[in-house]
């Protein structure tokens, strides 16, 4: 794949290969990062777990239980997809805790090779639709007990996976994040990456040294398992530097805003990647942020209850479950029936196949049109920035809540989300026209391509509208 650099003035490449570089040479000052971000992880998410849920009047500043919910979703998980959108994974090779844990206990683990199990290309996609689901069920976003449930659940499987398989490498990150995929679609657009220049790779000489001995090859530990030699796309690189200048052919490079996911093709494209974005990131996603706003949910569930009573049908309606089963806080009067339960997971699972459905129906007919048997792969990729800005506005929703409950208005916030749905449906649709144009069929049929494309689109745009502006 081959990627477009900036049109940038002579000294801003090597300003940023030497960001680069510096990267690699302060490894000590990345860690020190690292160690203070899993401190304040841990305290964060294990803490407010004991200590009683926030009373009436409580605030950010005066409880620690709202301010660790205020930042992890309120701040860092919106703002971490926003990253991902502009500056490709730093924050998995230098801020993120899971990985660096993981990383650190691989060193004295016991090494063992990967299994092709763990290697199965759906895990990304299966592990986002669990962890979106069952956060909902257990009401992740609102609760500490669940917040340390699936957090540091998942935290710790990543140490388990690092004590077990690798050496000093992260194959929870590579294979079984639960948002590994949705980390690799986003970063495809960042400006700037990690690159290898084949041609000063292959000069460089191999071995020890050249035939002069003058250079000498220093083996580089990529810990997110990637192929440096063969590394071009911004999609699995953590941007940890520690592979900067290595050979004198790996640099961190400028590129236009996109142009990864511009010039894909279909050989470079992944099925579980789209099925990720259509159904995970977009269909599921919009299911887990609408529910607990959704009219049509709340008439659905008085409709299900009414229904089950005049049939004597009651044991749908019970409430004694587990907290980590179903929602369970009766000090809140927050409380989850098995009927809650199984309308939360129909609601999610509906909107996952309706609009997953919808957009993939348009696609396949983009791609048709094309002339493109699996046309609709690449064209799918385009859908990357509504993907990425919805579920940022979805995530935001929380910060809006919490700081809503603090006197804070924010007057302009319909205004600011019409402009990043706005912005988002412009750099899809820019992003389809390249693709579309790239196709060697007529220019009525480029033209229909593009509007089926943007037919398929609108599922992904009209449900935030209805949500942000109708209900």
Not at 25 to 38: A, K
Not at 349 to 357: E, T, V, Y
Request: hydrophobic fraction near 50%; include cysteine; glycine fraction near 12%.
């Amino acid at each position: 794949m081959n990627t477009c650099a900036l049109p940038t003035s002579a000294t801003t490449v090597p300003r940023l290969a030497r960001l680069g570089d510096l990267m690699r040479r302060h490894r000590g000052w990345i860690l020190g990062i690292q160690w203070t971000v899993l401190a304040v992880y841990l305290f964060l998410v294990v803490t407010p777990a004991f200590l009683p849920l926030p009373e009436s009047g409580a605030h950010l500043w005066d409880n620690l239980t709202l301010f660790a919910q205020l930042a992890f979703w309120g701040v860092w998980w919106p703002f971490v997809l926003v990253s991902m959108m502009l500056m490709g994974r730093v924050w998995c090779g230098v801020l993120c805790p899971e990985g660096f844990i993981s990383e650190q206990v691989s060193r004295f683990g016991l090494g063992r090779p990967i299994p092709r199990w763990i290697k199965w290309g759906g895990w990304p996609f299966v592990a986002f639709l669990g962890t979106t689901v069952y956060g909902q069920l257990v009401s992740v976003y609102e609760y500490p007990k669940a917040a340390l449930l699936v957090l540091g659940g998942s935290t710790v499987a990543a140490i388990a996976v690092g004590l077990v398989y690798g050496r000093g490498k992260r194959v929870w990150c590579r294979h079984l994040c639960p948002v590994n995929g949705v980390f690799g679609l986003l970063s495809r657009l960042a400006p700037m990456h990690f690159r290898t220049d084949r041609a000063a790779w292959e000069s460089f000489g191999g071995g020890f040294g050249d035939a002069r001995g003058t250079k000498k090859v220093i083996p580089i530990n990529c810990a997110p398992l990637v192929d440096i030699r063969r590394m071009e796309s911004a999609s699995d690189c953590h941007m940890c530097g520690r592979c900067s200048g290595h050979r004198d052919a790996v640099a961190l490079k400028a590129r236009v805003l996109g142009s990864e996911v511009a010039q894909l093709t279909v050989e470079q494209t992944d099925r579980w990647e789209v099925r990720l974005l259509v159904f995970g990131i977009i269909g599921t996603a919009i299911g887990a942020f609408q529910w607990s706003a959704s009219p049509w949910f709340v008439q659905a569930k008085l409709a299900a209850a009414e229904w089950l009573v005049e049939h004597d049908a009651f044991a749908l309606l019970g409430d004694d479950i587990p907290w980590w089963v179903l929602t369970h806080y009766p000090e809140a009067n927050d409380v989850f029936t098995w009927l809650d339960g199984l309308m939360i997971l129909g609601y999610i699972g509906l909107s996952a196949l309706l609009i997953g459905g919808w957009i993939s129906l348009w696609l396949r007919a983009a791609g048709r049109l094309l002339g493109e048997a699996e046309g609709h792969l690449r064209l799918a990729y385009a859908l990357i920035p509504l993907g990425g800005v919805g579920v940022f506005l979805g995530l935001s929703g929380l910060t809006v809540t919490l700081l809503s409950a603090e006197g804070v208005t924010l007057t302009s916030l319909p205004a600011v989300r019409g402009a990043l749905l706005a912005i988002a449906s412009i750099a899809s649709l820019v992003l389809a026209t390249i693709h579309v144009h790239r196709g060697s069929v007529s220019g009525l049929r480029k033209t229909s391509a593009l509007l089926a494309f943007a037919t398929g689109a609108a599922g992904a745009v009209l449900p935030w509208i209805v949500m942000f502006y109708v209900w």
